[in-house]
């Protein structure tokens, strides 16, 4: 029986190898990957609950999930815009965007 390593395995082989050597506690790391993940889970639990009521393509167009759908693609850069505002002020640089 052979192994297929598929790249997407061969990245997170990879990062879970990495992870076990740094200095990061097991506790912390899972509970802010969780917090961290959470908004993106609601999001397909609702997105996907929605889907579930789809009886004709028009209902593909409701409000509600065309919402979902388009913060599922925008929320990678509003969390990178709030860490990013985060991190200025931690450091106690102007939170403004020049």
Do not use: C
Not at 12 to 21: C, K, Q, T
């Amino acid at each position: 029986m052979s192994v297929v390593f598929t790249f997407e395995s061969k990245q997170r082989l990879r990062a879970n190898s990495f992870a076990r050597f740094s200095p990061v506690r097991f506790v912390p790391f899972l509970v802010l990957s969780l917090i961290g993940l959470l908004p993106r889970y609601l999001l397909y639990v609702y997105a996907g609950t929605h889907l579930g009521e789809v009886e004709n393509p028009a209902d593909l167009w409701s409000l509600p999930l065309v919402g979902a759908l388009a913060l599922l693609a925008v929320l990678p850069w509003l969390t990178q815009g709030v860490l990013g505002r985060l991190k200025r002020w931690r450091s106690g640089g102007s939170s403004r965007i020049r």
